[in-house]
C-alpha cells in the first residue's frame, strides 16, 4: 500500500487517496460553513462565520435548520434540570426557560409571528397586507397574538417541567419547527421578488430530507423510551403547520421571510400543546 505525506496528512492508495481525502475537506469546509451560517441566522450562540458568503451557502444552510433547532429545545432543557436543581417552582421556571428561548433566538421568530399577524389581521387586500407586513412598526393585533403565544408557550412548559421536563419534548418541538421552514421554502412559492426569504429559494426534497435527519436525534430516544406523545404530537404539528402555510400562502400568493417565521412559532407551540394533550390520552 502506498502512504504518502503532504503538508502532514497522511495519503492512502496514491492518487485515489489523495483525491477522496482532498473530497472529504471541501465537504466539510462547504458543511461547516452552513452550519455556522444556520446557528447564526436562527440564535445568538456566538460561533466563528466560517468560509466566504453567497446565496449557495444560505441555501445550503437550510440543511442545518433542524439540527439547530434540536440544540436550541437541548439547551433550554439544560436549563430546565438546572433550576429544578436550585428548585425554582416549576411556573417561575418556565418563565425563565421562555425568557431564555427569547434570548437564545433573539426574538427572531416572535418578530415575523407579530408582522404576519398584523399583515393577516388587517384582513386587506394582498398587497396592502404585505406593506403592513414590511412595515417596521408592531400593531395592536400582532401585540395581542405575541402575548397569547407566549402565555401559551410557557403555560405547556409549566406542565411539562412539572411532569420531569423529559429531553425529547424541547428537542422535537423546536427542531421540528426549524424543519418546517426548510419544507415550506421547498414546497411553497415565495410572495416577493426581493427580500430575506427569496435567498433560501431553490430548495428542494433533498434539503428537506436532510435536514429531517436532524429530528432523529430526539426521535430515537423517543421510540426507545416508549414517548409516542412526542412523536404523535410532532406529527400533528406537522398536519397542523401545513394546513395553516398553505391558506397563508393562498392568501398572499405565497409566503415571505416573516411567515417562515411565523410558522416556526406555530408550530413550535402546536407541538407543545399536542405532546401533552396527547400524553395525558396514551
Known amino acids: 500500500m502506498d502512504h504518502r505525506r503532504d503538508g502532514g496528512v497522511d495519503f492512502i492508495g496514491g492518487g485515489d487517496g ?51 433547532g434540536v440544540i436550541l429545545g437541548a439547551l433550554l432543557w439544560v436549563a430546565a434540570e438546572l433550576l429544578h436543581v436550585l428548585r425554582v417552582p416549576a411556573p417561575g421556571a418556565a418563565a425563565l426557560v421562555v425568557a431564555a428561548d427569547l434570548w437564545l433566538t433573539g426574538g427572531l421568530h416572535l418578530d415575523g409571528w407579530m408582522d404576519t399577524a398584523d399583515g393577516l389581521g388587517s384582513r386587506r387586500e394582498r398587497e396592502r397586507a404585505l406593506e403592513i407586513m414590511r412595515d417596521s412598526r408592531v400593531g395592536a393585533f400582532g401585540v395581542m397574538t405575541a402575548i397569547g403565544v407566549l402565555l401559551t408557550e410557557w403555560a405547556f412548559l409549566d406542565m411539562w417541567i412539572a411532569e420531569g421536563a423529559p429531553f425529547e419534548v424541547p428537542a422535537a418541538a423546536w427542531g421540528i419547527a426549524r424543519w418546517i421552514m426548510v419544507w415550506a421554502v421547498a414546497a411553497l412559492p415565495y410572495a416577493r421578488a426581493e427580500g430575506m426569504g427569496a435567498a433560501l429559494r431553490g430548495a428542494g426534497p433533498g434539503d428537506v430530507a436532510v435536514a429531517g435527519v436532524a429530528l432523529l436525534i430526539p426521535g430515537v430516544p423517543a421510540v426507545i423510551s416508549s414517548q409516542w406523545s412526542v412523536l404523535l404530537g410532532a406529527g400533528v404539528a406537522f398536519v397542523a403547520a401545513r394546513f395553516w402555510a398553505g391558506r397563508v400562502a393562498k392568501r398572499l400568493g405565497g409566503l415571505t421571510g416573516d411567515v417562515y417565521g411565523a410558522l416556526c412559532v406555530f408550530t413550535q407551540v402546536c407541538a407543545l400543546v399536542a405532546m401533552e394533550v396527547i400524553g395525558r390520552w396514551i
Do not use: M, N
Not at 483525491?19 to 472529504?24: K, L, N, S, T
Not at 466539510?28 to 452550519?35: F, K, M, N, T, V
Not at 441566522?41 to 437550510?62: D, N
Open 18 to 68: 489523495r483525491v477522496a481525502v482532498a473530497g472529504i475537506g471541501r465537504w466539510a469546509a462547504r458543511e461547516g460553513a452552513a452550519l455556522t451560517t444556520a446557528v447564526r441566522f436562527l440564535s445568538r450562540i456566538p460561533v466563528p462565520l466560517l468560509g466566504e458568503t453567497g446565496e449557495e451557502r444560505q441555501k445550503r444552510s437550510l440543511r442545518w435548520y433542524a439540527f439547530v
